[in-house]
Antibody
Framework: EVLLQQSGAELVRPGSSVKISCKAS????????MHWVKQRPEQGLVWIGR????????VYAEKFKSKATLTADKSSNTAYMQLSSLTSEDTATYFC???????????WGQGTLVTVSS | DIVMTQGALPNPVPSGESASITCRSS???????????LNWFLQRPGQSPQLLTY???TRASGVSERFSGSGSGTYFTLKISRVRAEDAGVYYC?????????FGAGTKLELK
């Protein structure tokens, strides 16, 4: 069974950084891209970018190029997203989601709520 | 970036009736391999999005036959037959034809 288990909710200060994780199981981690999606409270879905866990190659949406950094640890089958210079605009739930066997966005993590507040 | 524009539903929708959601893209979603890269998702309150259909009309594993995707080029439709209580939530279309992948703003389905 494919599972994407994300780290817990974070409360962080404005101007700081946060790193959230997504541990994959039930498939070969390095075979498929991992994507990240942002959802602000009561808002829609926004694609942040994706990483190829096999070689670390990344693609970002333009607006997240200086905000998000995607990495992957093959030894622990875990993908990470670091968000920097946090503001209230970054308060959101962040999802990891994987395209497996050419089926896009078939599996999703449970989401990680990041709250930016002083 | 490809802009995805979704239509609204005449909420609330009576249980047992059909509902259709439209989605229009600002550019053709047909790729050079001949496939059309349009996905539909349902996000129920408090849950992660669930993939319903991909490549315009292929149902994801475990998804009810009551959900059917259709369309081509830049115009797409998700039809929900015999609407049930568990179908309530927000529906999103998404293009994965090219980066950056983009979603529609969402269409809310409420049941009567």
């Amino acid at each position: 069974e494919v599972l994407l288990q994300q780290s817990g909710a974070e409360l962080v200060r404005p101007g700081s950084s946060v790193k959230i994780s997504c541990k994959a199981s039930g498939y070969t981690f390095t075979d498929y891209y991992m994507h990240w999606v942002k959802q602000r409270p009561e808002q829609g879905l926004v694609w942040i970018g994706r990483i190829n866990p096999a070689n670390g190659n990344t693609v970002y949406a333009e607006k997240f190029k200086s905000k998000a950094t995607l990495t992957a640890d093959k030894s622990s089958n875990t993908a990470y997203m670091q968000l920097s210079s946090l503001t209230s605009e970054d308060t959101a739930t962040y999802f990891c989601t994987s395209t497996i066997a050419a089926i896009p966005f078939a599996y999703w993590g449970q989401g990680t709520l990041v709250t930016v507040s002083s | 970036d490809i802009v995805m524009t979704q239509g609204a539903l005449p909420n609330p929708v009576p249980s047992g009736e059909s509902a259709s959601i439209t989605c229009r893209s600002s550019k053709s979603l047909v790729y050079k391999d001949g496939k059309t890269y349009l996905n539909w998702f349902l996000q129920r309150p408090g849950q992660s999005p669930q993939l319903l259909t991909y490549w315009t009309s292929t149902r994801a594993s475990g998804v009810s036959e009551r959900f059917s995707g259709s369309g081509s080029g830049t115009y797409f439709t998700l039809k929900i037959s015999r609407v049930r209580a568990e179908d309530a939530g927000v529906y999103y279309c998404q293009q994965v034809r090219e980066y950056p992948y983009t979603f529609g703003a969402g269409t809310k389905l409420e049941l009567k």
